[in-house]
C-alpha cells in the first residue's frame, strides 16, 4: 500500500520541493509515497478569496480564518491522521514519527501569520505538532521536515533496513561518532578500536560514546534514558549490579 500525504497549504509550490530528490524522491518514483496538495485559498467564499483576518481582542498580524480552514480540511477527510505545524503543538518525536510512517499516512496543515482561530481545534480532530522551539514563516518547512522523517523509514526507501536500527533517539541516546577512510586526515586518526575487527569491543566503545555525548549534549535525553532503564526490569537489576 501507498503511503500517501496531503499538505493543506496556502503555497502548494512549495512541494515536493527538496522530497523530490536522493531517497525520498527516488520512492516516490517508484510508488512507495504519494503526495497531493489542497491549496487553502480555493476555499475562500469571497471574491478577494480571503483567507484571514484581524486578530479578536486586537494584536499584531492575521490569523486564519477556522471557516475557511475548516473547508479546506474537509475536502479531504479520511482515516489518516491530520497534523498541523504550529509552535504551539507538542514536540515531534521520533515514536511519533514512527508511529505515523506505519500507517496509511496523513494529511498535514500548514499555518502561516499568527497562526490559526482557536476554535478550528475545537471543531476538527488535529493533532498539533512543533518541530521546534523556533519560529518559522510558516509551517510548510516543518511539514517538509516531518514528510522526510516519516519517508526514509517507509519499506525499501533506506538501503538496509538495518541502517536506522543506531540512529540518534532510535535508542534513546544520541548516536555514537562515526569515522571513515582516510585512516589519518590532519593528523588525526580514526579511534584503534574500530580497526581492531574486534566486533565486540566495538559495540562497547560504541554504546559508550553514546551515552557520553548524550549526557553532555542532551541531558533531557540522558534524564529519560535512565529513567526508563531504571523503570525497567533489566534496568532495575543492573543498577542493583553497580551498586
Request: aromatic share 6%; charged share 25%.
Amino acid at each position: 500500500m501507498t503511503w500517501r500525504a496531503t499538505v493543506v497549504t496556502l503555497y502548494p509550490a512549495m512541494f515536493p520541493g527538496p522530497l523530490g530528490l536522493s531517497l525520498a524522491g527516488r520512492a516516490q518514483e517508484e510508488g512507495r509515497w504519494a503526495l497531493d496538495t489542497v491549496q487553502i485559498r480555493d476555499f475562500a467564499t469571497d471574491r478577494h478569496r480571503t483567507v484571514d483576518d484581524t486578530p479578536a481582542g486586537g494584536g499584531a498580524g492575521m490569523v486564519l480564518r477556522a471557516d475557511v480552514v475548516a473547508a479546506a480540511l474537509d475536502s479531504v477527510a479520511d482515516a489518516r491522521p491530520v497534523l498541523a505545524m504550529t509552535p504551539r503543538g507538542r514536540p515531534l518525536t521520533q515514536d511519533r514519527v514512527r508511529a505515523l510512517a506505519s500507517g496509511a499516512g496523513a494529511t498535514i496543515l500548514c499555518g502561516r501569520f499568527e497562526g490559526f482561530d482557536e476554535r478550528l481545534f475545537e471543531g476538527r480532530a488535529i493533532e498539533q505538532v512543533s518541530i521546534g522551539d523556533y519560529i518559522l514563516s510558516g509551517g510548510e518547512v516543518g511539514a517538509l521536515v516531518l514528510l522526510d522523517a516519516c519517508i526514509r523509514l517507509l519499506p525499501g526507501v533506506m538501503g538496509a533496513p538495518s541502517s536506522g536500527v543506531d540512529e540518534s533517539f532510535e535508542t534513546g541516546l544520541l548516536e555514537y561518532p562515526q569515522y571513515t577512510r582516510p585512516q589519518l586526515w590532519e593528523g588525526r586518526t580514526i579511534p584503534e578500536v574500530l580497526r581492531s575487527g574486534d566486533h565486540a569491543k566495538i559495540a562497547a566503545w560504541r554504546k559508550s560514546m553514546a551515552e557520553k555525548d548524550t549526557r553532555l549534549r542532551r541531558p533531557d535525553l540522558w534524564e529519560r534514558h535512565e529513567g526508563a532503564r531504571v523503570q525497567s526490569p533489566s534496568g532495575a537489576q543492573r543498577q542493583t549490579k553497580d551498586e
